[in-house]
């Protein structure tokens, strides 16, 4: 588990506004975001159910594509 170690900056009547983080708390958030969202993209993928092919087929196709252009 991400422990952060989060700063806040605050207004006039001390409501938190905005927070600041070290850098390597921020990357690591980043990180677990992105892969969270490959995540849910894949989860979307299995749903929709359509046929799929071999990713090594896929990247010819892409290929023959990108030559015939």
Known sequence: MLTVNPQFITDKKGKK???IL???DFEAIMEDLEELEDIKLYD????INEPSIPINLAFKEIEAKRKSK
């Open 44 to 47: 979307k993928a299995k749903k």
């Open 22 to 24: 070290p850098m390597k």
């Open 17 to 19: 506004i905005s927070v």
